[in-house]
């Protein structure tokens, strides 16, 4: 606590937060950049591991040149000191120092604090404005089967050939929904893999109602159709409406039964066929990572993809005075935007003015953003592809009989409410694979997270906090510890 604070605190170093931190330390602020990672990119960005020796990383890539130039920028402006760069470090919540916020939006000083290392050595970073680039992660809506080895996430499926240049399987089908699965499936067709179909639960005719807002970004057309190409270079199959609805095996899945799905997702009878496969990669679009500013108490908004994303100005603010986000967080939208929401937000937290040519990139990738989400959202029918033994909670084994139980018979209104009564979501992943599901099964919209703590911290941590500062403590936790804890 004793070091000065600096101007600018950037927690993600994915595309958003890269694109603030290079932008802010251009226009003179002083930026400490923390990511959780071990290199720079986030999720989008993935790197090879060194030791895999990849030739040619940027190969498995789109749009590799943009990353590439904030980096050698990061690289730069670091040896400089304009920026400290801090890989390794996981921040797990954020408060204010002392009361100092007031509605003329004057901030206090930010504290940070993260785990750092395989260590989790307790670190504190100090900062006058923070930005939150805090991406998101998929969204999985279960299936008879999909706890079976073999299943993987979509992301979880790129990741595994961008970071560990391995596929999931031999012959993988894609299925789910959204944009995600077209780059997917040309990834791993041109890593070697056969992908006999990518399986899109919605329709493309979807976008047709938004006609100016795709027209206004050629860009994306013409990216959809690269990876149309390559589906038809792979012989890949484009099976639209329709959805897995069960993955077969015993030790690890040997088959997936496909089914043609009406408007709202409930599959058709009669139309159900088994495509043998050794993987599937599946997901159903991505969900904004909101710990750390519902924490802070940033509002939220519905988004059309059944998401809820932070409410923010033209200037990248949170309702919070000295919070500022990018990116995903503000609706899922894809790196392109994030990297423009990421300079409007250096520019704004640095006092000067946006440039007109980063407004109007946002405005328009924010239109196909939306157009986007609403084609993709999910349909209110998907629910029946469970069975009763379905496991929806995989981390406590919670099928989906206990959550209609709780539900139809012990009178659960909300997925709270079924977490009290199931234990659904109260695992490793703290409802963030299974919160989607849960809702929808008790008959609720989605609803933002709240957690106090955004990852593990060991409980020393906590306990090693100032008892006499009430306010270094994250909301909802109590104001103090047990001196006993570890």
Known sequence: ?????????????????????????????????????????????????????????????????????????????????????????????????????????????????????????????????????TGAYERQLPFPGWTLPGVVGAGGAQAMLKSGLVLPGRRAVVAGSGPLLLAVAGSLAAAGARVPAVVE???????????????RNPGKLAEGATYGSALLRHGVRLLTRHAVTEAHGTDRVEAVTVARLDRDWRPLPGTARRIPCDAVAVGHGLVPQLELATGLGCATRPSPDATVALELDARQRTSVPGIWSAGETGGIGGAQLALAEGEIAAHSIAGRPVPARLVRSRTRLRAFAAAMAGAHRPGPGWTGWLREDTDVCRCEEVPASRIREAVEDLGARDARTVKLLTRAGMGWCQGRMCGPAVAALAGTGPAPDRRPLSCPVPLRHLAGLPADAPSELPPGLPPELPPELP
């Open 1 to 133: 606590m004793a070091t000065s604070p600096s101007d600018l605190a950037v927690i993600g170093a994915g595309p958003a937060g890269l694109a603030a931190a290079v932008t802010a330390a251009g226009l003179g602020l002083r930026v400490t950049l923390l990511d959780a990672g071990e290199r720079p990119g986030g999720q989008y960005y993935r790197h090879p591991a060194p030791g895999l020796g990849a030739a040619r990383p940027e190969a498995l890539h789109h749009g590799w040149a943009a990353f590439a130039a904030r980096e050698a920028a990061l690289r730069a402006h670091e040896a400089a000191g304009r920026i400290t760069y801090l890989p390794f470090h996981h921040v797990w919540t954020v408060v204010p120092e002392g009361q100092g916020a007031t509605a003329d939006r004057a901030a206090p000083t930010w504290t940070l604090h993260a785990v750092a290392g395989p260590d989790e050595a307790p670190t504190i970073v100090r900062a006058r404005a923070v930005l939150l680039a």
């Open 201 to 215: 639960a919605a329709a493309y005719t979807g976008y047709a109602a938004h006609a100016p807002a795709l027209l």
